[in-house]
Each structure stands twice: as C-alpha cells, then as structure tokens.
C-alpha cells in the first residue's frame, strides 16, 4: 500500500529548510465512518377475512422494515410483494386525496396512506376493515351504504330553470360568489368520501338507516352555498327518525377526519335551520 507525506511549513524558514515531515499511517488502514441505520422494524398484524369461506377473522403477523417516512400503506404493500400476494387491500393516489385505503389501524379510523408508523408509536401495528361496512376480503369493504345516503341529500347545486336560462341569455358563464360565501361552505368542500367518520360514528353502529355524518356534513355543504336553492328540499330530507335528530353528537366523526371537515359542526348548523336558529 502507498503512505502519504504530510508536510509543514515552519514560518522561521525563509527557503523552506525547516519544513517537517511525517509519515502518516496507510490509506488502506482507514476504515470510513459507519453512519447510524435509520431502519427500524415492527410486527404488522392484519385482519384475514373471506366472507365466503370464513366463519370470523384471524390475524396473520408480519415482521416488517421501516423508516421513519414510511406509512402504514407501504407496509402493507411490502407484505403483498414479499410475504403474501393474497392480502386485499383497496388504494390508489397514496396522497391523502382518492380516499380509498381507510382502515382502522391500532383501533382507530385512519387513511393508511397518510399515516406514517413512526408517528403510531408502537412496536405492533394491527390493521382491519372499517366498522359499519359490510367487508368484501381482509381490509377490503362495501361503499354501497355511503354512496346511497350521499346521494340521497342530492350532491349538487339546485337552481330554477329560469335563472340557470337568463344567466345562459345573458352570455354570463359561472354564479359569482364573494370570499365570505366561499368560506361558509368551502371546508366541507373538502370532502374525500373516504368513510372514517361513519365508520367512527356509534349511531351508525345501531342504526342501519341512519343518514350517516358523511351525508350530513355534505347536505350542510350545499345548503350554505349561496348558488343553491335546494334548502327545503334538503331539510325535509333529513328531517326525519333516521336523519339529523339520530345523531348523538359523540363528535368522533370530526376528530377522524383528515381533511378537517368537521361533520359535527355541519351538522349542529342544520339543527339550527330547522330549529330557525338560521335562515
């Protein structure tokens, strides 16, 4: 192996006489600094579940490599591609926005996909089918029910004919609206359609007709848009046993949220039209 020269210069030396020299030990001696692995693992269990061959779940564990951006639906895809192909899982945008990965991880409502395993602080992390929705396979379930009652409260503007005609006569292309009449409605805009807040609602739980916080919230978005004139019709909707006075107003909905719609407050809004607490 080649030592190297490591050479100094005194400054007394005007001609460089005095410069000094060592030997300094082999580069093959050096061994490079060995950085800290960030990788962690933790034992993934998941709910197996075939409604046409099994009588309950079981829990299959898996051990699992992680670091700390990694979330729950990556884990579970890494079982997919290594351990077991068979596991059913339902995903798509991997960024919070299609809604489709819901499940509850470690007990509670979550979007796999925006929760990360550092974040869970635990060794063990336990994934299953939302509640109240009937399952297809393992963490895989049936939307039918938030589909029906989304589209019962009528998830579109209602307008008269004869004004959607003179804006058409009069060459305008869209309603207008001032930021204050966007910002009564705009946060439940943001709705996902991901299920976690019905699946977190113990109303849902007792009552199979229950409306559900999801179609609550949404009947409050269209009801506080200024460029609709379905409210009537939309209170009557809900104005019934299994509407708007079912709910308990455990709030478990708008804490399960991840895009900060608060069903709960949309749904103490309504109360106040039909009590004409608002107009």
Not at 10 to 37: F, H, R, T, W
Not at 75 to 97: E, G
Not at 154 to 179: A, G, H, M, R, V
């Amino acid at each position: 192996c080649i030592n190297w020269i490591w050479l100094k210069n005194n400054n007394y030396d005007k001609y460089g006489d005095g410069i000094e020299m060592a030997q300094v030990s082999s580069v093959a001696d050096e061994q490079p600094p060995n950085p800290l692995s960030t990788t962690k693992s933790i034992l993934l269990r998941i709910s197996r579940f075939n409604p046409e061959f099994d009588d309950s779940n079981k829990f299959m564990e898996f051990t699992v490599s992680y670091e700390k951006w990694t979330t729950v639906l990556e884990a579970i895809l890494d079982v997919k591609k290594h351990h077991d192909h068979s596991v059913a899982v339902r995903y798509s945008c991997r960024q919070a926005t299609c809604g489709s990965c819901g499940m509850l991880i470690n007990g509670k409502p979550r979007l796999a996909c925006f929760t990360k395993i550092s974040e869970l602080d635990s060794n063990v992390v336990t994934v299953e089918p939302m509640n109240n929705f009937p399952v297809i396979r393992d963490l895989a379930v049936k939307f039918e029910r938030l589909f029906d009652t989304h589209q019962k409260i009528k998830p579109y503007l209602i307008n008269d004919d004869s004004e959607l005609d003179s804006e058409l006569d009069s060459n305008k292309k869209e309603f207008l609206q001032t930021p204050k009449e966007v910002e009564n409605f705009i946060q439940f805009a943001n709705c996902i359609k991901c299920g976690l807040c019905n699946s977190a609602c113990p109303t849902m739980t007792t009552d199979s007709s229950f409306v559900g916080p999801q179609a609550l919230a949404q009947a409050y978005r269209y009801v506080a848009d200024s460029r609709d004139k379905g409210k009537d019709t939309r209170l009557d909707i809900i104005d019934e046993s299994h509407g708007i006075w079912r709910c308990h107003f455990a709030g478990s909905c708008s804490q399960v949220c991840p895009k900060g719609v608060d069903p709960a407050m949309g749904i103490q809004f309504l109360r106040g039209y039909l009590l004409g607490f608002r107009n």
